[in-house]
Each structure stands twice: as structure tokens, then as C-alpha cells.
């Protein structure tokens, strides 16, 4: 395949992944009740909700832009592990669909973090 397109299926991967970021970081400015009571029921300080969207929009950007990439990519990987705890409930068919989703999120940006940790050193 040649680098052009590589490079463009990058790019587009990126903007996809990006797309679901944007969304998090929407939905947490918009309707943060959802994202406050998944923490409150974890024992956790609603509050969390302000940074998780900042997180999400300041991500999101990056993965558009190209900035920061690695850290990006493999920061978005760990955020979609944890994050992800507040899914597994395996009783709740829809839930585990999402923590599975989250996982396999996550592997994308892995396999993005490492695809631009090997372009850097080449």
C-alpha cells in the first residue's frame, strides 16, 4: 500500500476515533447527570465529570490535529480501560456491550500509539 494512503487511512481513523471524544466531551458539557451518576454509584466525587470532558475535548482535538499523538493515543487508551469498569455489569446485555466497545477501543489507539512511536523513529 503506499504511504498516501496509509497516511490518509491514518488520518481517517484518527478523525473516527476523534468523533467519539467529541462526543463524550458534548454529552459530559450538556447532560452531565448521566456521566455524575455513573461516578456517584462508584463512590466517586461527582466533580470528575468536569475534568473527564475537558479530557475528552482536549483529546479529541489532538487526535484531529495530529498533536501529541503517542501520549495522547496511549493516555485515551488507558482513560477507554478505566473507564470502562463503569460498564461491567453483567447482568445489563447493553452495558457489557459497551465495556467490551471500550476495550476494543482502546486497542486502536494502542496500535496508534505504536504506529507513531515506530514513524518517530524511523
Not at 489532538?62 to 478505566?82: D, R
Not at 476495550?103 to 486502536?108: D, E, N, T
Amino acid at each position: 500500500m503506499s504511504d498516501k494512503i496509509t497516511d490518509t487511512l491514518v488520518l481517517l481513523g484518527r478523525l473516527l476515533l476523534a468523533a467519539l471524544f467529541v462526543a463524550g466531551c458534548v454529552q459530559k458539557l450538556i447532560a452531565p447527570e448521566a456521566t455524575q451518576a455513573l461516578l456517584e454509584a462508584r463512590g466517586l466525587p461527582t466533580i470528575l465529570v468536569w475534568p473527564a470532558m475537558a479530557f475528552n475535548g482536549f483529546a479529541a482535538f489532538c487526535l484531529m490535529c495530529g498533536f501529541w499523538l503517542a501520549p495522547v493515543s496511549f493516555a485515551l487508551a488507558l482513560y477507554c480501560m478505566i473507564t470502562s469498569i463503569f460498564h461491567l455489569i453483567p447482568d445489563d446485555p447493553w452495558q457489557m456491550s459497551i465495556f467490551v466497545k471500550n476495550w476494543a477501543i482502546a486497542g486502536g489507539l494502542l496500535v496508534l500509539t505504536a504506529q507513531t512511536v515506530q514513524q518517530s523513529t524511523r
